[in-house]
């Protein structure tokens, strides 16, 4: 064939989390984002230190095992480990800007709960962040999921989107995952069968 293609970009959603432990809700969330706005990947990215929380109970390899476990064998999920090599607070814009330079072909959407929607306005270098990647939200039970105003101003300043999910609300956490284990409940339909047998075996969540 002659002439040059424009080839399609291919895309990309993202998903940051703690991941401590992951669940089936962000498994549901992925799983949302790709078929709703047609995503050729979701990428998990687990935070290396994630600055906004409290120590987190799973080292960053017991969490990335727990992600890898959690996705094999699904189609289109991808983990990747570019926060946990990165030294210090694990930043959103340095993750998205690193990746957009790696990853020219690609355009990124970054996925996130209501609870992180309503937060994003106090990540370092948010304005940046709008500027550099589409969002997509889902609602989140106990959150309010309007964007914040600052927010919707810097998405109309940049151009970029703030895709709506359609996805029903999920009353799911990873605190509430601890929670139970800590009492010695079980995990059925909380988590991937995979993900309850590694925490079983590292006697994770042991302590609440
Ligand atoms: N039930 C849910 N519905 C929608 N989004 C969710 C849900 N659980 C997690 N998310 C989103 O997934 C991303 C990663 O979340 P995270 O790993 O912190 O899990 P979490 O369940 O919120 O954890 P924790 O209870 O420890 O705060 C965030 O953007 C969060 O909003
Ligand atoms: O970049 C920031 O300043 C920032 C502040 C808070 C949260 N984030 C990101 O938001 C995602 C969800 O975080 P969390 O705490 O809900 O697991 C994860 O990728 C975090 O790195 C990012």
């Given at each position: 064939m002659n002439g040059v293609a424009s080839a399609?970009?291919?895309?990309?959603?993202?998903?940051?989390?703690?991941?401590?432990?992951?669940?089936?809700?962000?498994?549901?969330l992925a799983q949302s984002a790709?078929?709703?706005?047609?995503?050729?990947?979701?990428?998990?990215?687990?935070?290396?230190?994630?600055?906004?929380?409290?120590?987190?109970?799973?080292?960053?390899?017991?969490?990335w095992d727990?992600?890898?476990?959690?996705i094999a064998g699904r189609t289109g999920l991808r983990a990747c480990d570019i926060e946990l090599k990165r030294q210090g607070p694990s930043y959103t814009i340095d993750t998205v800007r690193e990746l957009r330079a790696a990853h020219p072909d690609a355009a990124f959407t970054f996925i996130l709960g209501a609870d992180q929607l309503r937060n994003l306005p106090t990540w370092n270098g948010?304005?940046?962040?709008?500027?550099?990647?589409d969002l997509a939200?889902?609602?989140?039970?106990?959150?309010?999921?309007?964007?914040?105003?600052?927010?919707?101003?810097?998405?109309?300043?940049?151009?970029?989107?703030?895709?709506?999910?359609?996805?029903p609300e999920i009353d799911l956490?990873?605190?509430?995952?601890?929670?139970h284990l800590a009492q010695g409940e079980s995990l059925a339909g909380l988590a991937p069968a995979a993900v309850a047998h590694?925490?079983?075996?590292h006697r994770l969540y042991t302590h609440s």
């Open positions: 399609k970009p291919r895309r990309i959603g993202l998903l940051g989390g703690s991941f401590d432990p992951i669940h089936n809700a962000h498994l549901q790709c078929s709703e706005l047609a995503l050729d990947a979701v990428w998990f990215i687990p935070a290396g230190q994630p600055w906004q929380r409290d120590p987190l109970a799973a080292s960053p390899q017991q969490r727990m992600v890898n476990l959690a948010w304005e940046d962040i709008v500027a550099e990647v939200a889902a609602r989140r039970p106990g959150y309010d999921d309007k964007a914040p105003p600052q927010l919707v101003e810097a998405l109309a300043a940049s151009g970029h989107l703030l895709h709506r999910l359609s996805m956490s990873a605190t509430r995952i601890r929670r590694y925490i079983d075996q």
